[in-house]
């Protein structure tokens, strides 16, 4: 019987009873697979360390493959010992201890988790090395931060001068490290950097690859690329992250994309290095993995790229990196080179719609007219002048600004900071003009409310002390406060409005749900009230009149103040496109509604504007009464005339 017969008889004997495998699979050996042995001269097997596709032990399948079995993961996760941590390598694996530990028996790695003997360095084998290796991390913070340095440097200054630390950051970290090659593992991470270099003192086994993490991201490198061929000393190793790198040499240094495509940074910057050669081209690839610290939606297109350094400075180039893999936390990216590396996003920017486009530019101007015919109307027309025109008034002047800055600067994106003051104007004006509504609906509560409790003249002397300064303070805390959090985010690539990143829309968003919920609330209030109130009437016919004009009232503004802006929060889903046609048509035409609701329908406005009429055709009639006397008739001529 065979060697190979003797763990499996049954099997043996199956196959020996048919007679028919070993027939019509002779020289099926010649077909094993890469990394599979021939067994018994009939079928195949994976060698130690690896597992066939199909899960099988032994096969006969000529396209079968064997892939690697990963010792470090589960289901199998090889323990190494509190101390030390498991890396796997093609068809094997091995343990090495954690930074600040080693074994006592010299060894960088062990395969055994009895060997494990890693024992926490003394301090004096890692103090000077390590305080070192903190002191240039330290430095590079301090020259990263400094907000004053990069803000008064040129753009092609910058790139050059970047390029320059870079390589100079990368050169000081390896020589710290090849300076205590006793000390194979070492970590220093500060706030804006981190960095982990690795020391191989001896040869490298074959296929043994190194990983090494910084902040959230990690490289694999090959251990035959660190040493490179390097026989006479120490080789490391070195790989930094980044996490403030990217806001100076950020995405506006990539062209290759579409104009019409917006690219943003979505990862840490890192770099990686070896030495003492300082050779940036690999026998195998390095495969690096980002995590994404931020990401967008409808993504286009990721580009793995590397700072390539030119005589005018430098840029980001994908020249040699190639993206792996890529999901909503991270990408992995593979290089046939080292430097500085980086995950690029492009994404689609939005296309506006040309019938859109006209119908606000026609709704707006619309609007404008008529909230300065409605302002006007408030301030001269002496029969409606109350609290309740004093806040249509503010109202108007309000949206009639924001309309007008919208009009004429929305696009006006060349400048960066005239942008941000225009959208910081526009959120400002927009805010004013929803806590004017909120005002609004807060007066129709109070005036329902005193149809049955006669309290006017309280109700107006605390709108009076209330209105101002909520109409035009609140709005100017809540713009002064995200200002002062993230300028930045004052205007974007297309338009002068707030960046949806971070969630900053919602200092625009959360306040304006809020009133619209009060509001709604308020209009409720006062249907309830009207409801008791016409039920208890002895048909009296003026509060009638009014009941029924607060009631047109409560639902007209509901309808301008309300219903309106709520259609922008339902375009989504397949309504979406009429869902945006809705809103822009009823909000373009905000203005036309209140001179309409507030001015037209309005008994006393209509008096107003029938007495101008009346008094502009008097004088006319007054000049030809004076002409033809008082007792004269009119002639012949006149009469045929």
Not at 83 to 109: H, P, V
Not at 224 to 234: A, F, L, M, R
């Amino acid at each position: 019987m065979s060697p190979f017969c003797f763990p499996l008889p049954g099997l043996c004997f199956l196959l020996s009873l048919s007679g028919v495998v070993a027939h019509k699979t002779k020289g099926a050996c010649r077909q094993c697979p890469k990394d599979a042995s021939c067994v018994n001269a009939t079928h195949c097997t994976c060698n130690h360390g690896y597992v066939s596709e199909s899960r099988m032990i032994y096969f006969t399948y000529p396209l079968e493959t064997c892939e690697d079995i990963d010792e470090c993961k589960p289901p199998i996760s090889v323990y190494c010992g509190v101390n030390a941590e498991c890396q796997n390598i093609k068809g094997s694996f091995y343990c090495r201890c954690n930074a600040g530990y080693k074994l006592l028996s010299g060894k960088a790695q062990f395969n055994n988790s009895n060997e494990n003997t890693c024992q926490k360095t003394t301090p004096s084998e890692t103090t000077s090395s390590t305080k070192e290796m903190q002191q240039v991390v330290e430095a590079i913070e301090s020259l990263l931060t400094n907000k004053t340095v990069w803000g008064m440097e040129e753009r092609r200054n910058i790139t050059a001068t970047f390029t320059s630390i870079l390589q100079k950051v990368e050169s000081v970290i390896l020589e710290t490290a090849l300076k205590t090659p006793d000390q194979e593992l070492q970590k220093v991470q500060n706030r804006t950097v981190a960095v982990e270099t690795r020391v191989v003192t001896d040869n490298c086994s074959k296929g043994v690859t190194f990983k090494l993490n910084a902040q959230m991201n990690s490289m694999d490198i090959n251990c035959s690329d660190v040493i490179q061929g390097n026989t006479q000393g120490p080789s490391a190793a070195a790989f930094v992250s980044y996490s403030s790198l990217g806001n100076i040499i950020n995405a506006t240094f990539f062209e290759e994309v579409n104009e019409k495509d917006q690219v943003y940074l979505s990862s840490q910057v890192v770099s990686a290095a070896i030495g003492p050669k300082r050779n940036t081209s690999l026998s195998q690839p390095v495969i690096l993995s980002f995590q994404h610290v931020k990401i967008k939606p409808s993504i286009k297109k990721v580009f793995c790229v590397y700072w390539k350094g030119t005589k005018e400075g430098g840029h980001w180039s994908t020249e040699g990196c190639f993206l792996k893999q890529a999901n909503k936390t991270h990408t992995i990216c593979s290089s046939t080179h080292l430097s500085s590396f980086a995950v690029l996003m492009a994404f689609h920017r939005q296309e506006e719609d040309p019938a859109l486009t006209v119908i606000t530019y026609v709704g707006l101007s619309i609007s404008l007219l008529c909230l300065l015919l409605a302002a006007l109307t408030f301030l001269l027309c002496k029969a409606i002048q109350n609290t309740s025109s004093s806040l249509h008034l503010q109202l108007s002047l309000c949206l009639f600004l924001a309309h007008l800055l919208f009009l004429t600067a929305i696009n006006r994106t060349e400048i960066k900071v005239l942008c941000a003051i225009i959208a910081g104007a526009l959120h400002y004006l927009y805010l004013a003009s929803f806590l004017w509504m909120l005002l609004e609906g807060l007066h129709l509560f109070l005036t329902a409310r005193n149809l049955t409790v006669v309290n006017h003249s309280s109700v107006n002397r605390f709108m009076k002390k209330l209105m101002f300064p909520v109409g035009y303070g609140v709005p100017a805390v809540i713009v002064a406060i995200s200002a002062a959090s993230r300028p930045h985010l004052y205007g974007t690539p297309d338009h002068c409005w707030l960046h949806l990143d971070q969630k900053f829309i919602w200092a625009f968003l959360g306040p304006v749900c809020a009133i619209i919920c009060v509001n709604f609330v308020f209009f409720l209030l006062v249907l309830w009230i009207l409801k008791r109130k016409l039920s208890s009437l002895n048909s009296e016919v003026s509060t009638i009149q009014n009941i029924k004009m607060l009631t047109l009232k409560a639902t007209a503004q509901v309808f301008i103040l309300g219903c309106t802006w709520c259609l922008g929060f339902l375009q989504m889903g397949p309504a979406a496109r009429v869902m945006a046609y809705l809103f822009t048509i009823m909000n373009s035409l905000q203005g036309f509604f209140i001179f309409l609701v507030y001015c037209l329908l309005s008994q006393q406005v209509r008096k107003w504007f029938g007495e101008i009429i009346k008094s502009k055709s008097e004088p006319e009639t007054h000049t030809l009464s004076s002409r033809l006397g008082p007792d004269s008739k009119p002639s012949e001529r006149d009469s045929e005339v």
